[in-house]
């Protein structure tokens, strides 16, 4: 049975449970106390009818039950001589059949009904033998003790109870919980869009309850983690801008040294420090760069875009770090194929993948830069046969510095932002960034970007 998870549907079900309980308690208390009432009363009006027939037929004649036969007093009561005869009186078949005792009334049931019988003996009137029986009876069907108005009434009011408790109980928990749908409509559209900007609606003329305090509580975090995040990249951002100039120094600084350097130790010093002035630099423009789409700054200069003259160009700058393991980058891509977008940002999307392909290729290896089109996209595809990423990372790749094997690496000058840096770009164009992977088999990257975008 599927198990109901909505609190609303809960706390509806249980009061109308609850309700349904206490109408059955009361009814069954009414119903058990109103149906002794009326046996009672049903008991003293036979005994009533039949002493008024004995009283009449005390000492007549035999032939005074005829005269008596017509009188009112005679509904449901009927005389019988000592073997059980009917003699007058009104008959009724399954009353005349039950055994005769003298007492008090009693419950007698005869094919399922239940009637109040009172028996009484009398002696033999004049020209009689043996005397003979009154018996006065009534049906007790509880339909009839109660009355049938009584029954229609429980039928029809119950269920209309029962059914405005539901939907009265559930109107309420649907208002009272509508601060929690907003919440979590909130949450998923801040998680979808990346925005920190969106607050939970709340309604100036809401009731100042416990969920009302909890959507301004969580409102008043957003502002607090809205306000830590801004401060945290204009960080990144005015420290990269700080650091540029004096990389750029040191750069120029370190090429002059390998110029002028002399001697063998002297050369390699100063290509350490031109590779190494080399990595921050590259560092920090992809932090300027993701700083500026960070803070909407980063403009992008739109133009139609040759997806397979890109591609080659990319394949071009990385050919050394192929070369040097021996992978083959081959480009297969069908001649104007063409995407409108920003140049320069999309060639530094395919030359990360493209890297990547071969830093975590294996020797010999190979990666293939495929693209098609469909429907109003291309979808641009880096496919490498290198090392694989565990599913349990796939979701986390896009993460900035994440990496995975931090000192393998270290010789390409990785920095964990490449992924996140090609995940910003073109979700910028409008597009989507996506990888299939298998462990020592190789990934699939694969770009999705609109052919034409809406901000064009
Ligand atoms: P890095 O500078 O470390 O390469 P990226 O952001 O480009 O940073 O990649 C993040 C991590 O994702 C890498 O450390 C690596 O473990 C994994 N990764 C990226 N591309 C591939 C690939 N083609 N094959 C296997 N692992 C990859």
């Known amino acids: 049975m599927k198990k109901i998870t909505s609190i609303k549907a809960r706390i509806t079900i249980w009061y109308t449970t609850l309700m349904f309980i206490l109408i059955a308690f009361v009814l069954i208390l009414v119903g058990t106390v109103s149906y002794k009432q009326a046996i009672d009363n049903v008991e003293k009006d036979v005994v009533l009818r039949v002493s008024i027939i004995s009283e009449k037929t005390g000492k007549g004649p035999m032939g005074m039950f005829h005269t008596v036969n017509s009188n009112r007093d005679f509904k449901n009561v009927s005389i019988y001589d000592t073997d059980g005869e009917y003699i007058a009186g009104q008959y009724m078949y399954d009353v005349a059949n039950i055994e005769f005792k003298e007492g008090k009334p009693r419950r007698e049931t005869v094919d399922g009904k239940e009637y109040v019988v009172y028996d009484i003996k009398k002696v033999a009137p004049p020209g009689m033998h043996g005397g003979f029986w009154i018996r006065g009876f009534e049906s007790v069907n509880s339909t009839v003790i109660l009355g049938r108005s009584a029954y229609t009434s429980i039928l029809i009011i119950v269920p209309i109870v029962l059914l405005l408790t539901a939907l009265g109980g559930f109107y309420i928990t649907r208002k009272a919980f509508m601060p929690i749908n907003n919440i979590v409509h909130t949450a998923n559209s801040i998680c979808e869009q990346n925005d920190l900007k969106q607050r939970i609606d709340i309604s100036p003329d809401a009731k100042k ?64 420090i031109v590779d190494k002035a080399n990595q921050i630099s590259k560092l920090v423009s992809h932090l300027l760069l993701m700083a500026r789409i960070d803070g909407n700054r980063q403009k992008l200069k739109y133009e139609n875009v040759d997806v397979c003259l890109i591609a080659d160009i990319a394949t071009e700058n990385v050919k050394g770090m192929a070369d040097a393991k021996n992978i083959d980058v081959s480009v297969d891509i069908t001649e104007n194929t063409f995407v409108y977008a920003d140049e320069i940002l999309l060639m530094s999307v395919l030359e990360n993948l493209i890297c990547n392909g071969i830093k975590y290729g294996v020797e010999g290896g190979n990666v293939a830069v495929t693209a098609n089109t469909e429907g109003g996209f291309v979808n641009i595809t880096v496919k490498d046969d290198g090392v694989g990423i565990p599913k349990e990372h796939i979701d986390k790749i896009w993460g900035r510095f994440y990496r995975l094997d931090n000192v393998r690496n270290d010789e390409y000058g990785s920095n964990g932002l490449g992924l996140s840096m090609v995940k910003s770009i073109v979700e910028l164009h409008g597009g989507k960034v996506s990888v299939e992977s298998v462990i020592n088999k190789g990934s699939v990257f694969t770009v999705r970007l609109p052919l034409f975008n809406k901000n064009n």
Request: hydrophobic share 40%; glycine share 2%.
């Open 209 to 272: 309850d416990e969920l009302n305090n909890l959507s301004v509580t969580l409102n008043n975090m957003l502002d607090k983690i809205e306000n830590l995040v801004l401060q945290e990249k204009q960080f990144t951002s005015d420290a990269s801008h700080e650091l540029r100039t004096p990389i750029s120094v040191i750069l120029a600084q370190g090429e002059y040294l390998l110029d002028i350097a002399d001697t063998v130790k002297e050369k390699e010093l100063a290509q350490t």
